[in-house]
Structure formats: structure tokens, C-alpha cells
């Protein structure tokens, strides 16, 4: 697989660095969670490589990723907005949380949280509506 398909920004970079300055450097795991809302998004956490990751080193630490998931949503960026990090691929956008849960979508709309049959205009609802081939 190439290496293009993870782009990690100098900010996230310093900020990794930032973090490591004074341990072990442990690798990195990209993962994809389930969110507020349903919404799904990207998490991190620090443990070995499994047989089914692919390891990615980049500026001195690895990054690892379950190869399926890698197919599925590459290119992944990780960027950092100086206080946490934002991490998006294919078909997942950085969690930025609308501060509004209880299904709402961050533009005023109540959802009833079915994307299936939604017709509002959410930008989350239309995306799982789209993908869920309706």
C-alpha cells in the first residue's frame, strides 16, 4: 500500500512529539468509533501492531490501522487544532460536536434519528441517507 495514504500535519506532528518528549514512544492506533449522535469519527490509542494492521512510520512515529478499515476510508489526515487532534478519511469528517445532542444536528432540525427515513436538510442525515442507498 503507499505511503500517501496517511497524511499527518507538522502541527499534529508537534504535538505527538509534545506528548512522547519525555516516554516511550508507543504506536499510535487510528480506529473508528461511534459518536454523539451516531456520527462516527476517529479515535486514537497507544498499543502494539496486530498481524491485521498496516504500520505506518512517519516523522519518527508509527501509526497503525486495521488494514480493512484503511481500504475503506483512506486517505486519513491527522491535524490538530493546538489543543486535540482532527482526524478525518473517506466518508468520515472530524468530530465537532453540535453541543446540541438529543438528535440535534447542529442546524436547528430535530432528527428523529433514523437516516433511513429522514428528510431534513442535516448534513450527517443526508450523508447516511445517501449511503444507506435511499
Keep these: 500500500m503507499e505511503t500517501d495514504v496517511i497524511e499527518v500535519t507538522p502541527i499534529a506532528t508537534t504535538m505527538?512529539?509534545?506528548?512522547?518528549k519525555d516516554k516511550e514512544k508507543i504506536p499510535?492506533?487510528?480506529?473508528?468509533?461511534?459518536?454523539?449522535?451516531g456520527i462516527r469519527s476517529f479515535g486514537v490509542a497507544l498499543e502494539k501492531p496486530r498481524k491485521s494492521d498496516a504500520v505506518f512510520e512517519i516523522d519518527g512515529f508509527q501509526y497503525i490501522i486495521n488494514k480493512v478499515l484503511l481500504k475503506n476510508v483512506h486517505p486519513i489526515k491527522v491535524d490538530s487544532d493546538g489543543y486535540g487532534f482532527r482526524i478525518s478519511g473517506r466518508g468520515i469528517a472530524p468530530h465537532h460536536g453540535c453541543g446540541n445532542c438529543g438528535y440535534m444536528c447542529g442546524d436547528g432540525n430535530?432528527?428523529?434519528?433514523?437516516?433511513?427515513?429522514?428528510?431534513?436538510?442535516c448534513g450527517h442525515g443526508l450523508r447516511n441517507l445517501k449511503n444507506a442507498g435511499t
Design 28 to 37: 499510535i492506533r487510528l480506529f473508528v468509533k461511534l459518536g454523539g449522535c
Design 16 to 20: 505527538i512529539a509534545e506528548h512522547f
Design 110 to 121: 430535530k432528527c428523529l434519528g433514523n437516516c433511513a427515513t429522514c428528510k431534513l436538510k
